[in-house]
């Protein structure tokens, strides 16, 4: 399993893991840090940009998820739906002949949706975690390898899913650079 953050000081890799941890290493590694350092979320390849003003403790407090509200709270007004299960209400457009057939499901259409939704994830699951492995390699790689040799060749291989190709164009790229995204476009076949 590949860790939820990466923070690179230039091609080296500084700190891997989650967010809290990855930023505190990031914050004490600033102060004699020459390259830039890039965090990056793991799960779609992207950099994030965190506050990384105050100490360490100031640091964490603004990463931490908010505290859950109390659940008998009258603070807020209780919405539609089962927030308790965690349903949220979004709007759906479909044509009449979609809707007279959701209508005619047992359960009616939010459990005829939640039905559908459900088989298209068991049927699509392995294609969807490996178009979001590929992509999540190649948002990495157009940040730190963009300018490096064979960057658009081995963007080809990784979009037709070669490994062979792909591991021998980027061998000469700067180790860390190299393995982090091995590990992001094949984490679930290595």
């Known amino acids: 399993m590949i860790a939820p953050y990466t923070a690179f000081a230039g091609p080296k890799l500084l700190a891997s ?6 930023a505190v290493a990031v914050k004490i590694a600033t102060g004699g840090m020459a390259d830039p350092i890039i965090i990056f979320d793991n799960a779609s390849g992207r950099s ?11 640091i964490v407090a603004r ?7 109390e659940p008998d709270s009258p603070a807020e007004p209780r919405g539609r739906g089962r927030p308790k299960l965690g349903v ?3 709007e759906v457009t479909l044509l009449p002949r979609h809707w007279d057939w959701l209508a005619a499901q047992p359960g009616g259409a939010s459990v005829a949706l939640r039905k559908l939704v459900e088989d298209a994830r068991r049927a699509n699951g392995d294609r969807d975690r490996t178009r979001a492995a590929r992509d999540a390699a ?4 157009s940040t730190m390898a963009g300018d490096l040799p064979h960057f658009e ?3 080809r291989a990784l979009f037709a899913a070669d490994r062979r ?3 021998e164009l980027i061998a000469g790229w700067p180790v860390d650079i190299r393995d982090h995204v091995i590990r992001l476009a094949f984490a679930d076949h290595v």
């Open 17 to 22: 893991g989650p967010l809290v941890e990855v």
């Open 153 to 155: 060749e081995a963007s």
């Open 165 to 167: 190709k792909f591991g």
């Open 63 to 69: 990463l931490q998820p908010p505290a859950a509200a």
């Open 88 to 90: 949220v209400a979004r």
């Open 138 to 141: 190649y948002h990495f790689m």
């Open 48 to 58: 994030i940009d965190l506050d990384l003003r105050g100490t360490h403790r100031e």
